[in-house]
């Protein structure tokens, strides 16, 4: 048994901070996992990387055995407690979109919930622009368009290879930050008892 809630959404859409917010608000214990996190420890340990923007250049084929190694360790968390999994429904790479969850990826992991967190291209933009934190792509609102599209036809793959139903979630400026946090609470909230 196990209570796995996927969250996804582009660079900058502000899915980490929704995240945090829900978490500190939700009557359920999760534990929090990143994907990317995971990833980059396995392939710092193979030797394949140095910095975390580096592995989405890395072989597609390298990036799936990665993905693959990281869902059986999440899988394991999954059997005791809930697992809030912060992720990419897609990733961006020069040769191509990837599929955050090939098949057997999506089957291993077997969500309860795929959460998509959207904003408008031009609040996404200018969010990306103000983290200088991070090697972002740059990209035009046309193409940040592109990718939201693409990740919702991504997630409803995934949900024919697992239980998952999709949420949409959208997070504007001003008071849609609020209204966010509070969507995915419910949905964490629903988490409570399951594994009593
Ligand atoms: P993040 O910090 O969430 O932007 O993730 C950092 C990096 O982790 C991404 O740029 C991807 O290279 C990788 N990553 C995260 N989730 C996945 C996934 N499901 N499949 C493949 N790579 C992923
Ligand atoms: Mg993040």
């Known amino acids: 048994m196990s209570f796995v809630v996927m969250i996804t959404g582009i660079p900058g859409v502000g899915k980490s901070t929704i995240t945090r917010m829900a978490l500190k ?16 420890e396995e392939a710092v340990k193979s030797g394949l990387v140095r910095h975390r923007d580096e592995m989405r250049r890395l072989n597609p084929e390298v990036q799936k055995e990665l993905q693959l190694k990281v869902a059986r360790k999440i899988v394991e968390i999954a059997e005791r407690e809930p697992v809030l999994l912060d992720t990419h429904a897609t990733i ?45 792509d740059v990209e035009t609102e046309e193409q940040i368009q592109r990718h939201q599209d693409l990740n919702r036809a991504a997630a409803v793959s995934y949900a024919m290879h697992s239980h998952a139903l999709i949420k949409i979630i959208e997070n504007h400026e001003d008071k849609g930050l609020k209204e966010a946090v509070h969507e995915l609470v419910e949905i964490l909230n629903l988490a409570v008892g399951e594994y009593a």
């Open 92 to 136: 961006r790479t020069p040769a191509g979109y990837l599929l955050g969850f090939p098949r057997e990826v999506i089957e291993v992991i077997n969500p309860n919930f795929i959460v998509i967190i959207e904003a408008s291209p031009s609040e996404i933009l200018g969010r990306r622009l103000r983290d200088l934190k991070r090697d972002r």
């Open 25 to 40: 608000k939700t009557k359920a214990r999760f534990r929090l996992v990143n994907f990317g996190d995971l990833m980059f």
